[in-house]
């Protein structure tokens, strides 16, 4: 089963480098590959790691108004009536009288199949979410669905967060994890999976505040994505027209990325007004509201949401890390990611497997892994060494040589620039600390 779509020469370029380093595999590839889904590998799992982790600090680690949670995949189905994905979730299916093959039918120029150019039959709505059984029965009482967003959890805990919290309005509540939609036409490497993650952030606030709150998430969001180093001019904040607003949203902003297949969405900031939490007070019979001491009043607070994918993110940073140049007539592929969520930051080499040199640069792997993320690599010429974790996007490479023995320095190289320089053993913290806050 291959992917479905991989049209674009630089995805297939990076999706090769994904797999030859390490970063991400083709789910079940032994058995032919499961359509759509993806593995993260040794040095994958590591930058995922580091960018949820950048995630967490800039809306819970670093704030005081935002709280986290991490619930349950599994919800109460009513969870999915109330919230209107049972009616609502759903994409226009279409499929070719000839091939059989299926399409979304908003994804598709022209009338015809994109694949053989058949006629196409009558156009129905397929609903997204994925369905299973709960306990030893197959029948419709024991249906649950797999959480096609996270965002649910967050309003049917409301009140358990704000009265354990003791947060007071405006604040929010933040979670990260799986969540899955049976996607018609998943394609382009990780960008549309049918399992994928999320990163939601429920902000509650006045309902007349609603629109500060909007901009003010936009724009944090969309400097977020820029403090990892993503060229600032691939990316774009889209205001969605009337037409394209999900049914709880009165106004949305999407955060784009130029990828080579075009602009596409990352995440989404939307007004979800009271709605949410209204439907769960209606359907559950339990009141979804905040009392606001001062005042002594209770009302209903309103959502502005912040929506982000943590596969579309590391794609992003994947793709616009990723460049090949020409260095003394040779390719050169490299990774320009920002230190700040390499997987590995420093790779240390010993020039030779003798003399000293391996326990030198054993030593120092031991003494920098406290601060940086470091990797000891001993095979195969230094050439290959470095471009092996170019390739990586490994920011900063040591070599240990026969100078190391005379004088204790070592050669620090960029990634970026190649450079070289001779810095003291003692001093290599130091300088790769003040290299990283020049970035
Ligand atoms: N709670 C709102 C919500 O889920 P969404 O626009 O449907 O909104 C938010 O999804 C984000 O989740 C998207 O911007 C994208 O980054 C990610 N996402 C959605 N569907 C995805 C898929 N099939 N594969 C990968 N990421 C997806």
């Known amino acids: 089963m291959p992917n479905y779509s991989l049209e674009n020469t630089n995805l297939e370029s990076l999706v090769s480098l994904a797999k030859r380093r390490g970063f991400i595999f083709q789910s079940s590839e032994i058995y032919g590959g499961l359509s759509s889904t993806w593995d993260y590998g040794p040095i994958g799992v590591e930058l995922k790691r580091n960018v949820k982790e950048q995630w967490w600090k800039s809306f819970v680690t670093n704030r005081q108004d935002i709280v986290g949670i991490d619930a349950s995949i599994l919800m109460h189905p009513s969870v999915w009536e109330a919230s209107g994905h049972l009616s609502s979730f ?115 606030c006045k309902a007349n505040e609603t629109r500060k709150w909007l901009e003010y998430w936009s724009n944090e969001r969309l400097n977020w994505f820029k403090s990892l180093g993503i060229t600032e001019k691939k990316l774009r904040l889209r205001p969605h027209g009337g037409d394209e607003l999900a049914h709880y949203s009165s106004a949305c902003f999407d955060i784009e990325y130029e990828f080579d297949f075009g602009w596409s969405e990352l995440e989404g900031i939307a007004d979800r007004g009271t709605y949410d939490l209204d439907k769960h007070t209606e359907h559950s019979g339990k009141k979804l509201s905040y009392f606001d001491q001062p005042n002594n009043e209770h009302f209903v607070p309103a959502v502005v949401e912040s929506s982000a994918g943590v596969d579309r993110a590391i794609l992003t940073v994947l793709a616009d890390a990723y460049h090949e140049e020409e260095v003394n007539g040779e390719k050169r592929n490299v990774l320009k990611i920002s230190p700040k969520i390499a997987p590995i930051t420093v790779a240390v080499f010993p020039l030779m497997n003798k003399n000293g040199m391996p326990e030198i640069a054993k030593k120092i792997v031991e003494d920098l892994r406290s601060n940086y993320s470091s990797f000891y690599d001993t095979g195969g010429s230094i050439g290959r060494r470095y471009r092996r974790q170019d390739e990586a996007g490994t920011p900063f490479g040591i070599t240990v040589d026969h100078d190391t023995i005379e004088d204790n320095t070592v050669t620090l190289r960029e990634r970026d620039t190649m450079n070289q320089i001779r810095v003291d053993i003692s001093k290599l913290s130091n300088v790769i600390s003040d290299k990283i806050n020049e970035l």
Do not use: H, W
Request: charged fraction near 30%; include cysteine; charge should be negative.
């Open 90 to 204: 759903s994409d226009p299916l279409v499929e070719c009288k000839i091939c059989k093959k299926r399409f979304r039918e908003d994804l598709i120029d022209g009338n015809n199949c994109p694949e053989c150019d058949g006629d196409l039959g009558e156009s129905r709505q397929f609903n997204l979410m994925f369905k299973t059984f709960m306990g030893p029965l197959e029948n419709d009482s024991a249906v649950v669905y797999l959480r096609p967003e996270t965002a649910q959890a967050m309003f049917v805990n409301f009140d358990n967060v704000q009265t354990t919290s003791r947060k007071k309005i405006p604040f929010g509540i933040a979670q990260i994890g799986k969540s899955f939609r049976n996607e018609i036409t998943p394609g382009n490497f990780t960008y549309r999976t049918r399992e994928f993650e999320q990163m939601e952030m429920e902000f509650f």
